[in-house]
């Protein structure tokens, strides 16, 4: 994870950009174990469990309220295009609306990142709003978009979002 967290690639996705050392990691990690406010899934084939090719998170759990923000998303740049993201996403939707009855994700994204953003759309994921000028890095501001997916509007589009996975399996995405 120190990897590719370190990975300029992965790295120019996130909002900080200082490197991690694999002790800082493992720590960060550890850490996890006593929340009861956020999860970490680690993102691995099915033909080689022990081969992570990334992580997705449920950052800031509000049970409450119901909400929780997703995060965490990371896919080695030597597994994309295999439709790890899709799946990955997909499961954790499913896990927050099914498992821990969340009613409301919301995810931050650059608003230059529109891979991730289409892939976002794609989940139904609707744009709620702009944070201007909200992160500083490579010496400029930058926008950061804000979305938001409602459980009712999950559970009404999952058979549209699990056919289109099925294409991505099949090597039509």
Same mark, same amino acid.
């Given at each position: 994870m120190a990897a590719w967290r370190?990975?300029?690639? /992965?790295?120019?996705?996130?909002?900080?950009?200082?490197?991690v050392s694999v002790e800082q990691q493992r720590q960060w990690v550890n850490s996890l174990r006593n929340r009861s406010d956020e999860?970490?899934? /680690?993102?691995?084939? /099915?033909?080689?469990?022990?081969?992570?090719?990334?992580?997705?998170?449920?950052?800031?759990?509000?049970?409450?309220?119901?909400?929780?923000?997703?995060?965490?998303?990371?896919?080695?740049?030597?597994?994309?295009g295999k439709g790890f993201a899709a799946e990955a996403l997909y499961l954790s939707l499913r896990y927050a609306f099914y498992h821990l009855n969340m009613q409301r994700l919301y995810l931050e994204v650059y608003e230059w990142n529109e891979a991730a953003r289409k892939?976002?759309?794609?989940?139904?994921?609707?744009l709620e709003g702009t944070y201007r000028n909200h992160i500083y890095r490579d010496g400029r501001y930058h926008n950061v978009l804000v979305y938001g997916l409602l459980e009712s509007d999950f559970r009404a589009?999952?058979?549209? /979002?699990?056919?289109?996975?099925?294409?991505?399996?099949?090597?039509?995405d």
């Open positions: 370190n990975d300029p690639e /992965i790295n120019k996705h996130f909002f900080h950009d200082e490197p999860k970490l899934f /680690i993102i691995a084939p /099915i033909e080689q469990p022990d081969r992570p090719v990334g992580t997705v998170g449920l950052v800031r759990m509000d049970f409450r309220n119901r909400k929780a923000e997703w995060g965490r998303f990371l896919v080695d740049p030597s597994s994309r892939l976002y759309e794609s989940f139904e994921f609707k589009n999952e058979d549209k /979002i699990r056919h289109r996975l099925e294409g991505v399996s099949n090597g039509h």
